[in-house]
C-alpha cells in the first residue's frame, strides 16, 4: 500500500525491525552493530517554524507536479519504506556504501543546522543513528569512497552563510575527523568520487546577502590531504544532480542563485581531458532533485521551481517526475512519479531499487517530511 496510515505504520516497522534483528541471516558485520536504532517519525510532515507536526492544506497539496515531457520508457514501481526517524529536508542530499544510506545534515526540528546523521539499512527496513557531523549545517555536499563518507561544506543560517569545514567518516569505526578544509567556502555543492579522488563542483558561496551561485570545481586527493583545482562548471549553479559513469561526471540540472531559475542544463566532465562537454538536457528543469545511478542510467527524481515573494510562493511547483538518461544513446525517457513529491531529498541506488527520504513537501524550507519510498524497474 503505497499510502498507509502513519499511527498503524510505525507499529508494523516495529515488530518487522524485531523480526529482522533476530534473524541470523540479516545480521550484518559487528561494526555495523553498533549503530543505535532510530525509530520512524509517527508524523509525516514538520513545519520548520516551532518544528511542529504539519498537515499539508490543499493549496500545499497542489503545488504538486507529476506529468514528464520525456518520451515514456517501462513505468516501475513506487513502494513505501520505513519513514525517516524526523521530518527533515536540505540534507546532503545522500550516498551509500556497504549496502546502507546515509543521510546527513539539514533542517528539522524547527532549526536549519542540524548535525542528524542517520543510516539506513533496506534489509532490515530500518534506520539507526550514527555519529553526528561535528559542527551541524544544511545543504552539505556528500560522497562515498574507500570506507568513507564525505561531508563538504554546506551553510549555516537558512540557504546562506557557507562554510569551509571538511569531514570524513570512517564507516568501521563510526567516527568522523576533519579533513583540509574546503579553498573556498560554499553550499549546495555537488561530492562525487572518481578514480580515488573526491570532486567537489558548483555551488553557492558568499557574501552572505547575495548567497551567488558558483562553477568552482575543486578536487581532494585523501592520500595527501590537499585540494587541487580543476576546470570549473560551464553555467555556474547550485542545487544540481550529480553522478559518475565510466570515468565521467554528469552534472544535472540546477539553478542560477534563486530557484525560479531552474535549468535544464546537463554536463559531463571529461576527466583524462580536464574538459566539459554538453549533453541531452533534463526533460523537466528543476533544482534540489535527486540524482542516482541504477541499472547504468542516471535517474533524476523531485525538485522544487517558482519563486517567493514577502515570503509567499508563486508559480510554486514541487516536482513527483521520475526521468532517466541513457548514455549510450543520449536520451532521456519518463517512468512512474514519485507518490509523494519532494525536494532536497536524500536519494541513493542500493540494490536493485532506489530509496528517495525525507525532502521538502512544500516549495522552499517551511515544511519538512518524514516520507520514504523506494522505485524499482522491476
Known amino acids: 500500500m503505497d499510502h498507509p496510515d502513519w499511527s498503524r505504520r510505525s507499529l508494523i516497522l516495529a515488530a518487522a525491525a524485531g523480526a529482522a534483528a533476530a534473524c541470523p541471516a540479516l545480521r550484518r558485520p559487528a561494526e555495523a552493530q553498533t549503530l543505535q536504532p532510530a525509530p520512524s517519525s509517527p508524523d509525516p510532515y514538520a513545519r520548520l517554524q516551532g518544528g511542529t507536526p504539519h498537515h499539508l492544506t490543499p493549496r500545499q497539496e497542489a503545488q504538486r507536479v507529476f506529468d514528464s515531457p520525456a518520451p515514456p520508457g517501462p513505468q516501475g514501481r513506487w513502494i513505501t519504506r520505513a519513514p525517516l526517524p524526523l521530518p527533515r529536508s536540505e540534507m546532503a542530499w ?25 543510516v539506513y539499512d533496506p534489509e532490515q527496513d530500518r534506520w539507526f543513528a550514527a555519529a553526528p557531523l561535528p559542527r551541524g549545517a544544511n545543504h552539505v555536499a556528500v560522497c562515498a569512497d574507500a570506507g568513507r563518507i564525505y561531508a563538504l561544506g554546506g ?184 507518490p509523494t513529491p519532494r525536494h532536497a531529498v536524500g536519494a541513493a541506488a542500493i540494490g536493485d531499487r532506489i530509496y528517495v527520504a525525507g525532502g521538502g513537501a512544500v516549495l522552499g524550507g517551511g515544511v519538512q517530511s518524514a516520507v520514504h519510498e523506494a522505485f524499482s524497474l522491476q
Request: with cysteine.
Open 94 to 118: 545522500a550516498t551509500a556504501w556497504d549496502g546502507r544510506m546515509h543521510v546527513v545534515g539539514g533542517y528539522g526540528e524547527g532549526r536549519v543546522d542540524r548535525a542528524y546523521h542517520h
Open 155 to 338: 551553510f549555516l543560517e537558512q540557504n546562506r552563510n557557507s562554510d569551509r569545514n571538511a569531514y570524513a567518516y570512517e564507516v568501521a569505526s563510526d567516527r568522523w575527523t576533519a579533513i583540509a578544509p574546503l579553498p573556498r567556502p560554499r553550499g549546495a555543492a555537488a561530492a562525487v568520487a572518481l578514480d580515488g579522488r573526491i570532486h567537489l563542483i558548483g555551488g553557492g558561496s558568499e557574501p552572505a546577502a547575495e548567497r551567488a551561485s558558483v562553477g568552482w570545481h575543486e578536487v581532494y586527493d585523501p592520500k595527501e590531504d590537499r585540494w587541487s583545482l580543476r576546470k570549473p562548471l560551464p553555467g555556474a549553479r547550485d542545487h544540481v544532480g550529480c553522478v559518475a559513469l565510466d570515468g565521467r561526471i554528469h552534472v544535472v540540472g540546477g539553478r542560477f542563485n534563486t530557484l525560479e531559475y531552474n535549468t535544464d542544463l546537463h554536463h559531463v566532465y571529461l576527466a583524462q581531458k580536464d574538459s566539459w562537454e554538453l549533453r541531452a538536457p533534463l526533460p523537466t528543469a528543476r533544482s534540489g532533485h535527486g540524482l542516482a545511478l541504477y541499472r547504468n542510467r542516471l535517474f533524476a527524481m523531485g525538485g522544487e521551481g517558482g519563486r517567493i515573494e514577502n515570503g509567499q510562493p508563486i508559480q510554486a511547483k514541487v516536482f513527483g517526475q521520475m526521468e532517466s538518461y541513457d548514455p549510450a544513446t543520449d536520451t532521456w525517457r519518463s517512468h512512474a512519479p514519485m
